[in-house]
Nanobody, 126 residues
Framework: QVQLVESGGGLVQAGGSLRLSCAAS????????LGWFRQAPGKEREFVAR????????YYADSVKGRFTISRDNAKNTVYLQMHSLKPEDTAVYFC???????????????????WGQGTQVTVSS
């Protein structure tokens, strides 16, 4: 059983920065693909970023490329999302998710991920 806990959300002005963290349980953390998704009010949960088990491969949604960076520290069982140049449209609840080594869908799909955190609120004011 994998448990994920996000932190680091808050209220910032447009153009500001935040760093989200997600701490995970599990003795096989270094085998998990990890992702970040977000969900704004009235909208579907959407893919933001993904990182491979060893951190060597990353993918980003077009809307955040060049502004957000996903990283992981397997020694600390933690994945991060560094966000710069935040825009009001980035306002959402941000979720981290873990994909165990069993193919269940493409990297950008919610169905690919087996465990989810409870989310952390990010609000960007104009």
């Amino acid at each position: 059983q994998v448990q994920l806990v996000e932190s680091g959300g808050g209220l910032v002005q447009a153009g500001g920065s935040l760093r989200l963290s997600c701490a995970a349980s599990g003795r096989t953390f270094n085998t998990y693909v990890l992702g970040w998704f977000r969900q704004a009010p009235g909208k579907e949960r959407e893919f933001v970023a993904r990182i491979s088990s060893n951190g060597g491969t990353t993918y980003y949604a077009d809307s955040v490329k060049g502004r957000f960076t996903i990283s992981r520290d397997n020694a600390k069982n933690t994945v991060y999302l560094q966000m710069h140049s935040l825009k009001p449209e980035d306002t959402a609840v941000y979720f981290c998710a873990a994909d165990v080594p069993y193919y269940s869908g493409p990297y950008y799909s919610r169905s690919a991920y087996d465990y989810w955190g409870q989310g952390t609120q990010v609000t960007v004011s104009s």
